[in-house]
């Protein structure tokens, strides 16, 4: 049977707006020594502008997003729809495209009137050995923006940058967890300069950036060594990591992914209420011998 304060508390939590799929795993969470974060949607707000384009080639500026918009058309992720609508407010007529393929954790690639064209982020030009001088560019990431080259064949064609925004909830609830003794961590495939821009601007203790969404479980293995974990995410790339925590925590009014993957959903899709598991767990578990 289930003792009677941890059925109070259940239904408390509930109230609260936390969804509590394992049990277990909430009691755990009253010796919470590490919060992991997700950055894009769980931190932030997941919904990025494009805020400059650099033509790097003859390109001109709305030959470039036209493009960029016609590779990034299938894409799902919020760098893609952020391309597309900003090809939209343009009012750009944006050329098909086939065969797209994804990058995992760097970018796409399709063919766009029979030319190949990739939107891809810096680490991947890095890793093809193409180096980009352009002070513009540079200094658009060291403002924390997420830069996207777009590539023909090997042939730079230009570069976007997008800004998301940090959520508002997010500073308290990085605070609420410190003041409790809880480190708080950040784990992100995005590149380091945004990443060290958003743990700046939250006070993170450490970050993990250009992490591929293979490494993200491995990572919070790493983590678990050390502390005991949660890890919340909103489950676009992270479900895996959300699985290998101590504690899962699913945020962003989920995707079916991250709501499976979870030991606890946040419901109110509030970073905040994370703080929250820790003292309702800790207030139902003490009074338990
Ligand atoms: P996060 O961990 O922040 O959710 P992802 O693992 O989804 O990030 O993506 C990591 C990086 O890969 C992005 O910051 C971006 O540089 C690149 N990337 C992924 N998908 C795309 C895309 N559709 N277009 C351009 N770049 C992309
Ligand atoms: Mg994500």
């Known amino acids: 049977a289930v003792p009677l304060v941890v059925a109070v508390s259940t239904a408390l939590a509930a109230q609260t707006g936390l969804l509590i799929r394992d049990r277990s795993a909430?009691?755990?969470?009253?010796?919470?020594?590490?919060?992991?974060?997700?950055?894009?949607?769980?931190l932030t707000?997941?919904?990025?502008?494009?805020?400059?384009?650099f033509p790097l080639d003859t390109i001109g500026e709305d030959e470039l997003l036209r493009l960029a918009a016609a590779v990034e058309s299938a894409s799902e992720h919020p760098i893609a729809r952020g391309v597309v609508r900003a090809a939209e407010e343009r009012g750009l007529e944006v050329p098909g495209a086939d065969t797209f393929q994804a990058i995992?954790?760097?970018?796409?690639?399709?063919?766009?009137?029979?030319?190949?064209?990739?939107?891809?982020?810096?680490?991947?030009?890095?890793?093809?050995?193409?180096?980009?001088?352009?002070?513009?560019?540079?200094?658009?990431?060291?403002?924390?923006?997420?830069?996207?080259?777009?590539l023909e064949g090997n042939t730079?064609?230009?570069?976007?940058?997008?800004?998301?925004?940090?959520?508002?909830?997010?500073?308290?609830?990085?605070?609420?967890?410190?003041?409790?003794?809880?480190?708080?961590?950040?784990?992100t495939g995005d590149n380091r300069s945004v990443a060290a821009w958003v743990a700046e601007e939250l006070g993170l203790d450490e970050f993990f950036a250009?992490?591929?969404?293979?490494?993200?479980?491995e990572r919070i293995a790493d983590v678990a060594r050390r502390y005991r974990?949660?890890?919340?995410?909103?489950?676009?790339?992270?479900?895996?990591?959300?699985?290998?925590?101590?504690?899962?925590v699913a945020i962003g009014a989920g995707t079916d992914v991250a709501v499976e993957s979870?030991?606890?959903?946040?419901?109110?899709?509030?970073?905040?209420?994370?703080?929250?598991?820790?003292?309702?767990?800790q207030k139902t578990y003490a009074k338990m011998v």
């Open 210 to 217: 250009e992490v591929l969404p293979t490494e993200k479980a």
């Open 229 to 248: 974990v949660a890890m919340v995410g909103d489950g676009i790339n992270d479900a895996p990591a959300l699985v290998q925590a101590d504690v899962g």
């Open 156 to 187: 730079l064609l230009g570069a976007f940058a997008l800004a998301d925004i940090i959520r508002k909830e997010s500073r308290e609830a990085v605070d609420r967890l410190k003041g409790m003794g809880v480190r708080c961590m950040m784990l």
């Open 104 to 150: 995992p954790g760097k970018g796409v690639e399709a063919d766009v009137a029979g030319r190949t064209i990739r939107a891809v982020s810096p680490g991947y030009l890095d890793e093809q050995g193409i180096a980009v001088r352009n002070e513009r560019v540079a200094a658009a990431g060291r403002q924390g923006k997420t830069v996207v080259y777009l």
């Open 45 to 53: 707000e997941g919904r990025f502008g494009v805020t400059d384009i």
């Open 26 to 42: 909430f009691e755990r969470a009253r010796n919470l020594e590490a919060v992991v974060f997700d950055k894009t949607g769980t």
């Open 262 to 281: 979870a030991d606890i959903v946040l419901v109110r899709n509030d970073p905040r209420d994370v703080a929250t598991i820790v003292t309702l767990s």
